[in-house]
């Protein structure tokens, strides 16, 4: 077995969730390589040291370029705020080296482009972290989907949901930058928007509004001091695509009660097929003459789910799918498959949320290949 050493940048929620993933990936799984978490890098040297030595990175680099240039590290794993992504993503790939890096893909449909090309040219093995595709649960409403369960798909109904902004006292944070790509669109919908090209091939046209309900909120938690506020709140769409299915988007940051609501009903002309991520290991599921919902529930049955449980019911969580996104991404360093989001596929996703946006600005239907 070869050595696959990891360099990690970031430390935030993300950072500790791809730490994770590779420490519990090798447990889980026989892989093509022995990993090797080689280096971690942080802005902060006092923080980037205490999370290297909780999570066993080798080495600690305040510099993310330091980190790139180290000669231990095979691949880039970018957890950082996403105006960042597009410098350190075009930086690896320079280098060479392959690059795992966290949705959504850029701040711009032009970094997107330009990144999608380089890792096209460089021709490396590049992801994105679209992780709740990874849920063995979807690989089974995708199973059905194509193998014609439902009938001819007519429509699909989606919404990405949570509440960590319904407070109108919430502080400013980056995601409140239109510069750093903010906006419930790009921090919450852009998983919708992989999830429905997932699941049903490209999106063709777009209708849509977007809204701004908060215009300004403080600095900093509880600071006197207020910043305007220009990114979307929530953004609603109807969508063409190009199969002739007809759909729904919505995702809004403000909505009471909702902590991780990405959830679908997809219906065809025989059936109808509903996922809700707060109840990730289960389908609802109703076909023609039925009369109502079954419920389908995740087990060693489903590719992936036995390396965590030997038995049904029993449920994966959040890092779980995490580890086996990582999973797949090994799988594809070695060559051996091509599941997963990279950098072409994760473009296709900014150019239609762009679409949306272009939508909801001028107020009419925009064809996704306008943009």
């Not at 970094?111 to 972290?129: D, E, I, P, Y």
């Not at 902004?165 to 750093?180: F, L, Y």
């Not at 070695?334 to 272009?358: K, M, S």
Request: net charge negative.
């Amino acid at each position: 077995m070869r050595e696959l050493g990891i360099g990690l940048i970031g430390t935030g929620f993300m950072g500790r969730a791809h730490a994770l993933a590779f420490r519990n990936v090798s447990a889980a799984f026989e892989l093509p390589f022995t990993l090797r978490l080689a280096a971690l890098a942080d802005a902060d040297p006092v923080r980037a040291q205490a999370c290297a030595t909780a999570w066993g990175f080798e080495q600690v680099h305040s510099d993310w370029q330091q980190l790139i240039d180290n000669p231990k590290v095979n691949l880039i794993a970018i957890t950082t705020p996403n105006h960042l992504h597009y410098p350190m993503a075009m930086a690896a790939l320079a280098a060479g080296k392959p690059v795992y890096c966290e949705k959504p893909l850029a701040v711009s449909l032009e970094q997107a482009s330009a990144m999608h090309l380089a890792a096209k040219a460089a021709g490396v093995v590049t992801r994105v972290g679209y992780n709740y595709q990874h849920n063995p649960i979807i690989g089974l409403a995708r199973d059905l989907i194509r193998n014609g369960e439902l009938g001819e798909i007519i429509s699909f109904q989606g919404e990405f949901s949570e509440d960590f902004m319904a407070n109108p006292a919430s502080p400013w944070s980056w995601r409140c930058e239109a510069g750093h790509a903010g906006g419930a669109l790009a921090d919450l919908g852009s998983h919708l928007l992989a999830m429905a090209r997932y699941l049903l091939g490209d999106v063709e046209a777009v209708c849509a509004d977007t809204q701004t309900v908060h215009r300004q909120r403080p600095a900093t938690a509880g600071s006197p001091e207020q910043r305007s506020i220009a990114v979307d709140d929530q953004a609603h769409a109807l969508l063409r695509f190009a199969s002739g299915a007809r759909g729904t988007f919505s995702s809004s940051w403000l909505k009471h009660g909702y902590k991780n609501h990405l959830s679908f009903e997809i219906s065809g002309t025989q059936g109808t097929l509903a996922f809700d991520q707060e109840r990730l290991n289960e389908l609802r599921l109703c076909r023609v003459g039925e009369g109502g919902f079954q419920r389908l529930l995740a087990g060693p049955n489903l590719p992936g789910y036995a390396a965590f449980s030997p038995a049904p019911g029993h449920q994966l969580g959040y890092n779980e799918l995490k580890t086996l996104e990582v999973h797949e991404l090994i799988m594809a360093l070695a060559g051996q498959g091509q599941n997963g989001t990279d950098f072409e596929q994760a473009f296709e996703v900014e150019r239609l949320a762009a679409a949306i946006r272009l939508a909801a600005r001028e107020q009419r239907w925009v064809n996704v290949r306008e943009v």
